[in-house]
């Protein structure tokens, strides 16, 4: 198959911004002319690519991985620093859409002039006038001002222009489809279109969903490098587990960043104490002040067959109102491994804002683990996750003994969160699995 | 590292596929839609429309004539004609190359339009005023008549008004791209052309300079391309061969030079903007 886009080895690089630099002649003048070396980073570097006509390729990666660049490099905006690029056939692109838009021009006047800008030639432009007024659906307004249009019939129209540019390669940043959900529809029916024709798009997006669907291969970039080219769907899902691996790193760094240095020790009702900086940690905005361990009779336990249930009861205390915390209930086993774990927000358990005092209670029925020492980590999190109030570690110890023939697996049969406010007497139940 | 002799393969590879892709057709239509764009947007609210292009220069014309006239007397022949031609051909140069001095900074949005030739836009600011002086033409060639003057050769002033656009659009790519890269260019440029204003023969004859200083006075290219509107409008004949085509010639290997410059650090533009 003809190749659409060949890239050897591309590679982009950028000053970085030097405050110093002057840029008038006046500094020049007034501070000398320093050569100091200017300091540059690679946007891009060893970019290798060979992509068939008609493909649709995502690009995605972490903010300043160089997805722009490589879609301006595309649009031959800019030249490369290294290897070289060639990309086959006319180039248009859904990138700062109305960019030749002047309010005191009506929208046919601005039509003629994005559209020709766009790429098309007059003579173009005068063929498929109806059909982009049509699809934007602008026939009352076209002769109007553009100044007496809303900001949504000005994107409708700048989105249509753009997409009658006939083109054999289309750069698409982000914005993959404007206005109302019907229009947004018609949007992407259209790029599908496109699609259908043979067109070779490349799809500028952060959100993994649409890459997926949309693109046949994607194109993950970080730092400038290509981590991975591949299919689809394998490289998004590649890309979604690292970013959730990431934030996880994020929120232990930042849990820890605003754990204070000494508070008095905690004793549990089971016995436990919870020093801050050896088993306990967070901002203590919010503490939990009890927890307890209790087998399906509601006494305290620390040790449970296969099958039982387990309750997990947490004593909680907010001083200031606290919006929607996260409850988390984690079962580790050797050397941390998580072998179950749940979450208010995961199972759909919305709490409300939280003030002084309360119980949360999470219970585990039908509870299987293989024999063996396991704890209990409680935690309580900001409602983005970013950071826990309070989270115990390894401080609640549970010995699953063995029965009959060894269980190999890990489960609840159910989960049920249970939460009761002493402030409004109120009792919420969510049943999970 | 790159190599230099790589680099420079790489960038006529670029440069070739770029030929490709270039249309003259569609490079004819921008420059069309763009000009009438700036023109349109110039008159579309104003109340005087288009007749502003003749108004500003009138207007200009009144202040000057009063004052050479009545408080420093030149003794210069039929001198309005001669003011008012002076006038409207500055105004040409100097708009233009003002405007077109800071059209790549206004224009940062459709630089960034994959396919978009940069290089048309100063040509679009020297064209719209342009016809600001083409409108005002006819004023002049018709009050030029009617005082008695012969204005012969007339098929002379699209040459010398190609002349002007060459040499015109020749420092305008020099002054455009600089300006991306030092914000102050065309207020420097602002203060050269004030001073320039001075350095052309417009409200006072070639023949008042000092013998002394007259070989460095007619090292400006625009006093030659004054002289040669004034001798077409206003006295009829021909204008002077020698220092018309050495302006010419001046005129078109700097507008070869300053396009290569401008095409080269174009490719930078996206960076500064």
């Known amino acids: ?130 059909s982009i007024v049509d699809f934007a659906e602008l026939r009352d307004a076209i002769d109007a001002p553009l100044r007496t249009y809303s900001s949504g019939m000005e994107m409708r129209l700048a989105f249509a222009v753009a997409i009658h540019v006939q083109s054999s390669v289309l750069l698409i940043d982000e914005v993959l489809a404007v206005g ?18 043979g ?62 240095g000494d508070r008095p020790p905690l004793r549990t009702s089971s016995g436990a104490t919870l020093e801050v900086r050896r088993n306990r ?120 003994r063995a029965e009959g023939a060894g269980c190999g697996a890990m489960e609840a049969a159910r989960i049920i969160w249970r939460h009761e406010s002493q402030d409004s007497g109120s009792r919420r139940l969510a049943r999970v699995r | 590292m790159p190599v230099r002799g790589a680099g420079l393969h790489r960038a006529k590879c670029q440069t070739m596929e770029f030929v490709n892709q270039f249309s003259f057709r569609h490079a004819v239509d921008l420059l069309r839609v763009l000009v009438s764009r700036d023109l349109k947007i110039r008159y579309k609210r104003s109340f005087l429309g288009m007749a502003w292009s003749l108004l500003n220069p009138l207007l200009q014309l009144l202040v000057f004539r009063s004052v050479f006239r009545f408080l420093l007397p030149l003794n210069i022949a039929s001198y309005t004609l001669f003011l008012f031609s002076g006038i409207l051909v500055w105004t040409w140069f100097q708009s233009s190359w003002m405007g ?38 006819p004023v002049l060639l018709a009050a030029s008549l009617l005082s008695g003057h012969r204005a012969g050769a007339l098929w002379m002033l699209p040459l010398i008004m190609a002349v002007q656009f060459a ?23 602002g203060i050269v052309l004030l001073l320039g204003f001075y350095l052309v023969p417009i409200f006072y004859s070639v023949a008042s300079v000092p013998p002394r200083l007259q070989p460095y006075y007619r090292l400006n290219p625009m006093v030659h391309i004054l002289e040669a509107y004034r001798a077409v409008l206003l006295t009829g004949g021909m204008p002077a061969w020698k220092p018309l085509v050495s302006v010419a010639a001046l005129s078109a290997v700097l507008l070869c030079a300053a396009v290569g410059i401008f095409v080269r650090s174009s490719h930078a533009f996206v960076e500064e903007l």
């Open chain 1, 1 to 130: 198959m003809a190749l659409a886009i060949e890239a050897r080895q591309l590679g982009k690089r950028f000053r970085r911004y030097d405050p110093h630099r002057p840029w008038t002649f006046q500094e020049v003048v007034a501070r000398g002319w320093r050569r100091g070396g200017p300091e540059y980073f690679w946007g891009l570097r060893e970019i290798d690519l060979a992509i068939e006509a008609g493909t649709t390729v995502g690009v995605i990666g972490a903010n300043g991985a160089g997805k722009s660049t490589l879609l301006r490099l595309l649009g031959g905006i800019g030249q490369p620093d290294e290897g070289s690029i060639k990309v086959h056939g006319r180039v248009s692109g859904l990138l700062s859409l109305g960019a030749g838009f002047h309010s005191d021009l009506t929208g046919r006047e601005n039509v003629l002039v994005t559209g020709i800008i766009g790429g098309l030639t007059r003579a173009e432009v005068e063929r498929e006038f109806d």
């Open chain 1, 180 to 197: 109302d959900l019907a229009f947004q529809r018609k949007c992407l029916n259209r790029i599908l279109d496109l699609k259908a024709r």
């Open chain 2, 167 to 189: 040499f015109t659009s020749g420092v305008s790519y020099l002054t455009a791209s600089l300006h991306v890269r030092f914000r102050d260019t065309q207020h420097l440029l």
């Open chain 1, 281 to 400: 940690f967070g901002s203590l905005e919010m503490e939990l002040i009890d927890v307890q361990l209790l087998d399906s009779y509601g006494s305290p336990t620390a040790e449970i067959v296969p099958g039982d249930c387990l309750n997990v009861e947490i004593l909680y205390d907010a001083p200031g109102a606290i919006p929607r915390p996260v409850f988390g209930v984690t079962i580790t086993g050797n050397g941390g491994r998580v072998c179950l774990d749940t979450s208010t927000d995961r199972e759909d358990f919305t709490l409300p804002l939280i003030r002084n005092r309360g119980t949360i209670s999470v219970r585990f029925e039908g509870l299987r683990l293989p024999a063996g020492l396991y704890h209990v980590d409680v935690g309580v999190y900001q409602q983005d996750w970013s950071y826990a109030y309070d989270y115990h570690y390894n401080s609640y110890p549970l010995r699953m």
């Open chain 2, 100 to 137: 077109a001095t800071n059209c790549i900074v206004e224009n940062a949005g459709l630089i960034r339009q994959p396919g978009f030739p940069a290089a048309v836009l100063p040509l679009v600011t020297i064209t719209s005023n342009l016809f600001h002086f083409v409108l005002a033409l």
């Open chain 1, 199 to 260: 067109v070779t798009i490349v799809l500028v997006s952060h959100d993994a969903a649409t890459v997926a669907t949309l693109c046949e291969e994607a194109l993950w970039l970080e730092s400038g490098r290509i981590v991975e080219h591949g299919p689809a769907p394998s490289v998004v899902n590649h890309y979604v587990a690292m970013m959730r691996a990431r934030a996880q790193q994020r929120n232990e760094a930042e849990t820890l960043s605003r754990t204070p």
